[in-house]
Structures are given as C-alpha cells and as structure tokens.
C-alpha cells in the first residue's frame, strides 16, 4: 500500500505532506479455521485487497496517529517542505528511513527496505452523530 501510495504521488506530481486513503478488505480461506489466505494479485497483501480512496493534499485530522507510530512532525514537515528544503536532508525523515540523521545523501524512498519499524500501534476513532428526523444533520447526540 506505501509503495503505491509513493508511486501515486510520484504520478501526479505532488511534493508536500498529503494522505492517500484505501479501503481494506480482509480475505479468509473457505476452511473453519478463517485465517487468512495467500496474497494473489499486486493490489493484495498477505491478509487482504486494498482499493484507493481518495489523496487528500493536506493534514488529515488524525495526522497524530502518523505522528505516534512514525516519530515525524507532520505540520513542521508540511512548513520544511513548503520552505523548499527536500525531504531527504529532514533528520526526522531520515531517521525514518533508517538513514544516518546527519547526512546528506539521497534516500530511495521506494526502498522500504530500510524503512524503521512503527513505534507500537494507534487507533483513532472519531464519533458522530446524525438525527434522521432532520435530514440527518449533524447533532451533539
């Protein structure tokens, strides 16, 4: 999924903090068990298929759960790149990509290879509520 993400941004040109959004479905074998099956095409993993959503060109509300498992600032990323400094001299990027912090040579960001592992597990949730007797809106519940 990252490296299509990669791959998208690439494609259309963008340079700046975004997120690129997939829906996952989770594939079970047809025994009892309900395990997992084998991936079977690139658009699959080991446990499902990915489908793409949407790229948004901006923070996302819950940019703290990237922040959390990635250790990366995402508004200070957003303002180093917008200063037009590349992602590859950021220390926090390239601590990410298991750089050294004080280099300067390029990082191959399609090669998650060397890409460090999350810093635990995030979930967020984001409750709502709608009343259907008013078309729905939006209310405090």
Do not use: C, W
Not at 77 to 101: K, V
């Amino acid at each position: 999924m990252m490296k299509a993400a990669v791959s998208l941004a690439k494609e259309v040109g963008y340079v700046g903090a975004g997120t690129v959004e997939y829906l996952f479905t989770v594939n079970y074998q047809s025994n009892s068990t309900a395990s997992p099956r084998a991936p079977t095409n690139e658009k699959e993993n080991e446990s499902g298929n990915y489908y793409f959503l949407e790229l948004n060109p901006r923070l996302q509300v819950e940019h703290p759960v990237t922040e959390m498992i990635a250790g990366v600032n995402l508004p200070a990323l957003q303002l180093q790149i917008a200063m037009g400094l590349p992602l590859h001299l950021i220390p926090e990027i390239r601590r990410l990509y298991g750089a050294d912090e004080s280099a300067t040579t390029p990082i191959d960001f399609e090669d998650l290879s060397k890409l460090v592992e999350p810093l635990g597990h995030v979930i967020a949730a984001r409750i709502t509520a709608e009343n259907p007797e008013a078309g729905f809106r939006p209310t405090s519940g």
